[in-house]
């Protein structure tokens, strides 16, 4: 058992600071491919995982809503 919760603490700090009452709309998916991102960095992912956060950036709309046009 960790004898304290500091990492715990800042992933949901972090979480905090990416899900605002603007973007309150982010899947569970979006969220957590922005929390690796921003905890990891483009360079401490393997392929694999920047590849999966790629795909979701690609397939999803960040706000899960119907977005007009382009």
Partial sequence: MPSSTASVERLFSLMNNLCTTNRNRLSQDTLTALMML?????????????????????????????????
């Fill in 38 to 70: 921003c905890r990891e960095g483009c360079q401490q992912l393997s392929d694999d995982q920047t590849s999966k956060i790629v795909v979701i950036f690609k397939t999803r709309c960040v706000c899960e809503t119907q977005c007009p046009p382009i």
